[in-house]
Structure formats: structure tokens, C-alpha cells
């Protein structure tokens, strides 16, 4: 394997603190921190009673509560929900500030971000300081362009067959045949496995799903222990993907392949300036949360694109348009779904800010600061929300409306900083970024150019939240022939 070198500081950083997975641990440490945060002063403003319907309603439907408590006490305001209180800071200028302007007051692992780490473990989402400054330097190579492109092959491998096998007059969820995609794209461009291979691809991607399951699952029952538990659950799954992902760590390690461009191949052999690289369970850490963040975020935003063409019927022919003036009947590529294809740009733009589906930016104030007039106290919880954010109406003027035109490049350039931040922002901006964009372009404009997908008669689409922005029991819809 090829060594990549960074530009990373050969200095050592010592691994982040374990936190317990023990939620009855973590409810007292909240309890004690409240007591703290209080002790130095008082949270914004915002009903700090307890209520188990505000907390019901922020587990399910949160989006029309942050604007509602928006609209009644401004950009930053707190709530409590269930066993604590949360700060919410909304707006262009909450996120600019939290995520661009001073992210050093934050941590993203003693946030709700630590829930994750029983699965992932000390991956990019559930590190802090200079261990994440370190990993995500020594990643960034496995990020540049030409691997990015190298992925497009496996991207297109998987999209053909499967879009390929729909037939006109089908209905089909969506939701699952796009997830069965990103999945299938994940286990060959980030893992390296042939999915279709019964000993570790298939079994590597049933387990995966199935832990990912558990963060679906209702938060009461994420708080169970024991045997027949969802956790339990979720850890017997965990032990089949380690054995797999440390087994391929210690083969290709042994027998390093120049050749393979997978993330994990990467992953192994990047280096930085000291000749230093991942040891084992960093690589195994990294490309978990990887496969976390790029299978399930590509799934939810085909899915939202297909459910917002088949409702906007001119804008799904304006991008048809666009396609075959492009590329005809040509297989697309990365220069021209990048280049080539601003219009398709600007409705993935579109989905993104209705859908965002890292909505919510979990955090904890490691520090005391101020924020428009508030003083906020080191311990509190504080969230930013893209969602919420991307439905301001003074930001974006007709929020709830599908209007990809609103991003062309001359609007998008002049939104205020922190208007839009579908994928975060600042030095932990989403490191995937790319790959997922390019994703979604490619499996939309293959599927495009052979067939179209109707929304069923009288189907309502409902959203989940957990554990990224994703349709409530899946979106069925009928696949019509292109012309």
C-alpha cells in the first residue's frame, strides 16, 4: 500500500475519554451538570417544565415546536426535554457561530453524538480537540479527487443492475431499494467486499442494518439492558462486523494491495508526515462511522428527490432537459454530473435544505460564552438545527415550497453565512461531502434516463428523525417508463 502523506503534527494525541453506556450513568451526569449550569446561571429563555407530551412531540414531529418556540423567543432558547434541559440556537448567525466562528466552545462527544459511540466507536462524529484534528488530516487523502472517482465504478456497478431490474407498472419503496443500493455501494467502495459474497460482503451488510436498527427503535426502548434488548441486539451485531472489518484490516495489512482504492485499502496505508497511521482500532473506528454516515445519508436524500420530482412535475422536466442535453444516452461521470449539470446541482441543493439529513447538530459547552446577549455556561447542552434553520422564512422566502432556483449560483452566493449548512460547516465540515453528492447525482440520473417515479393516490409522507432525516415507513411509488 502506498503511503499518503499529510500535512498533520507527528505529535502524539491521547485517545478521547470512554464514556459509560450505561444510561442510568448518563441521566446523573446530566442531572449533576444541570445542577452546575444553573449554579453559574440561568438557561435562555423557554419552558423548563417538565412535559412528557413536549418531549413526546420533540421524538417525533420536532420541527414544528423549534419554530413555534422560535417564533416566541428568538434565535436561542431552551427546553426541557425528559430528564434535562436543551439549548437550541437557530438562525444563519447560531450556526455561523457554532460551527464556523468558535467551535472551540464545543464538543461533539458529550453531546447526544455519544449515543453512537457502542456502535462506531471514536470515529470522526465522536471525537474532540486534536485526536480529531489528527484522524480527520490523516483521512483527508482518502477524500481527494481521484479516489473519489475511482468510487463512481463501484457506484455505477451496483446502480446499473439494480435499476435494471425495475419494470414499468411496479410499485416499489424506494426508501428500501435505494438503501439496498447504498448499502451494496458502501460494501464494495468503503469496505472493499463483494456484497454478493455469503461469507463476509452479505454478512457484513445484514449486520450492519441490523445495529443500525437499534437507533431507530423509540428512545425508551434505546434505554433497555439485558438479554432480548435492543442493545443487546445491536452489540451481538457489532461483534459479527468486527470480526470481519479487523480480519480485513489484518489481511491486507499482511498483504498490502497498491492496487485497491477502497476507503478501507486507504484507510490502512495512509500516513502522516512522521510516518505514523491508524492503528488498528482507529481504521475499524473511521470507517464504521463512515459507512454510518454515507449509506443511510445517500438513502434518505435519493428518496426525498424522487418524492419532490414526482410532485413538481416542471422541475423534473427542466432536469431532464438538462440530462439529455448533457449526456444523451451516455452513462454519466463525475466531470460532468459536477461540471456540466448546474440545474441538478440546484435540486439536490433544494433537497438538502428541506431535507437535511443530518438535521440536528447535537453539542456541549466546554467552555462559558456569550451568544446575542445570553450568557451560556460551560455543561449545557446546545443544538444547532438545520432543519429548523433551512424553514425561516425571512432566510428563505417560501420555505415549505420545492424551488430549486433559489440556489442558482448568483442566489446561493448571496445567502448570509450560516444560511445553509446541510453538511455543518467550518473544520468539521462532513468529510464524505463529495462522496455522497456524487452518489445521489449518479443513482438519480441513471434512473432518469430510463425510467420515472409516480407517487401513489392519497400516500402521505411522514418523517422520522433517528438516526438521520428519513421517510416514517418507507415511500412507495410506481415506476412508469420514461416517456
Known sequence: MREMPTETSSRRVSPPKQLSDNPVVRVLDDARAEVKVRARGAYPPGPQSFSFGRTLQAARDPLPLLLSLYEEYGPIFSARLLHHPVIFALGPEANHFITVAHPENFHWRESSFGDLIPLLGDGLLTIDDAY????REIMMPA?????????????????????ERLRPGQVVDVYAWMRGVAMRIAMRALLGLDPDEAGKGAAAAEHFERALGFYGTDFHL?????????????????????EIVYGE????RARPDPDKMDILSLLIGV???????????????QVMTLMFAGH???????????HELARHPDVLAKLCEEQDQVLGDDAPDIDRLEREMPYLEMVLDEVLRLYPPAWIGPRRAVRDFEFIGHSI???????????????????????????????????????PRGAYVPFGGGRRICI??????????????MLLQRLRLDAMPGRVMTVRQMPTLSHRGGLEMRVLPRQ
Not at 472517482?149 to 443492475?161: D, H, I, L, Q, Y
Not at 443511510?296 to 424522487?306: A, E, V
Not at 464524505?432 to 440520473?445: S, Y
Request: contains cysteine; hydrophobic residues 40%; charged residues 30%.
Open 222 to 242: 434505546r434505554l433497555l439492558r439485558g438479554p432480548g434488548s435492543p442493545f443487546s441486539k445491536m452489540t451481538r451485531s457489532r461483534a459479527v462486523l468486527d
Open 377 to 415: 455556561s460551560r455543561g449545557a447542552y446546545v443544538n444547532y438545527c438545520s432543519w429548523a434553520s433551512h424553514r425561516l422564512p425571512e432566510v428563505f422566502p417560501d420555505p415549505e415550497a420545492f424551488i430549486p432556483e433559489r440556489f442558482s449560483r448568483e442566489r446561493k452566493a448571496a445567502l
Open 432 to 445: 464524505g461531502k463529495r462522496f455522497g453528492q456524487i452518489e445521489v447525482k449518479l443513482v438519480a440520473t
Open 143 to 163: 477524500f481527494h479527487r481521484e479516489q473519489v472517482s475511482a468510487s463512481v465504478a463501484a457506484m455505477t456497478a451496483e446502480a446499473t443492475p439494480a435499476i
Open 249 to 252: 484490516i489484518a489481511q491486507r
Open 296 to 306: 443511510d445519508t445517500s438513502t434518505s436524500t435519493l428518496t426525498f428527490m424522487m
Open 271 to 285: 500516513r502522516d508526515e512522521a510516518g505514523e497511521g491508524f492503528a488498528d482500532k482507529e481504521v475499524r473506528d
Open 132 to 135: 480529531h484534528d489528527r484522524a
